[in-house]
């Protein structure tokens, strides 16, 4: 079965678990599959419209699914997919 | 609760002091304990990797600084809990976009550099439900 790893900030939504085993033959009904296993986690990985938030990185085997298929990247049985977030942010917009 | 040695903010001051007019950025890596206090044991100052002409208002850190700041903190012992940034000339306040791109359960520490003097750092904690990010109070010791 493939499994995700999970960052830590996110793992108290998963049990506690940092490597979740996980089903699905796309990467976008695994992370289906996961927010269904686990609710709490869903609004840190989606937004409210149903779109992966901009700083969370899903990889599978190492490769970004947006240089693959995005969430129609097929997920194999002995794949490992990772959740690796970006950190961004900064001030208020002013003008320069 | 967060608690950083004296040296520690000092440094990742400096380090938004040494990125103005632009934001400064790196990671805390530390302890946390079940009940959300977190100490903060070193820091990661890293290079800004947002486009150049943007990093006056904007900072990021990507997803291999993120790995690389996971394999430190697990080389000695610690866990990744958090990241600072500086605002040049703005309040060590979250912006809209910093509550859009924040993470639960992850320390910010804001430090305003005001015309290349630091102000202030505070630090923030996003909410569950993403509204807001809630400041967390800074104790400074070992």
Redesign the interface.
């Known amino acids: 079965m493939a499994t995700i790893r999970i960052?830590?900030?996110?793992r108290?939504y998963t049990a506690g678990q940092a490597e979740v085993p996980v089903a699905g033959p796309t990467v976008g009904e695994v992370l289906g599959h996961l927010t269904t296993q686990y609710p709490n986690l869903k609004?840190?990985l989606y937004t409210e419209a149903g779109g992966l938030r901009?700083?969370v990185?899903v990889?599978v085997n190492d490769e970004?699914i947006r240089h693959l298929q995005g969430a129609e990247t097929p997920v194999q049985e002995q794949d490992r997919l990772m959740i690796?977030?970006?950190?961004?942010?900064?001030?208020?917009?002013?003008e320069? | 609760m967060l608690t950083v040695p004296p040296e520690l903010l000092q440094a990742l001051e400096s380090h938004g002091v040494a990125s103005y007019p632009n934001?400064g950025?790196g990671?805390l890596l530390g302890t946390a304990d079940g009940d959300g206090r977190k100490t903060v044991v070193d820091i990661l100052p890293l290079a800004n990797r947002?486009e150049a002409d943007e990093q006056?208002?904007?900072?990021?850190?990507?997803?291999q600084?993120?790995?690389y700041g996971?394999i430190e903190a697990g080389q000695r012992g610690l866990?990744?809990i958090g990241?600072f940034?500086s605002?040049?000339?703005?309040p060590a306040e979250?912006?809209?976009?910093?509550r859009?791109?924040?993470?639960?359960?992850?320390v910010?520490i804001i430090t305003s550099v005001d015309k290349a003097q630091v102000t202030v750092s505070r630090a923030w904690l996003l909410k569950e439900?993403?509204s807001a990010l809630e400041e967390e109070k800074i104790q400074v010791e070992q």
């Not at chain 1, 960052?7 to 996110?10: H, I, N, S």
């Not at chain 2, 006056?56 to 997803?63: E, G, I, K, Q, S």
């Not at chain 2, 605002?87 to 703005?90: G, T």
């Not at chain 2, 979250?94 to 910093?98: A, C, G, M, Q």
């Open positions: 960052p830590t900030p996110l108290p609004q840190h901009a700083f990185n990889f970004d690796i977030p970006s950190i961004a942010g900064g001030a208020p917009l002013s320069r | 934001e950025a990671l947002w006056y208002h904007r900072f990021l850190l990507t997803d600084d993120w790995l996971e866990e990744l990241c940034h605002h040049p000339d703005h979250p912006s809209e976009f910093d859009n791109a924040a993470i639960p359960n992850f910010y439900d993403h």
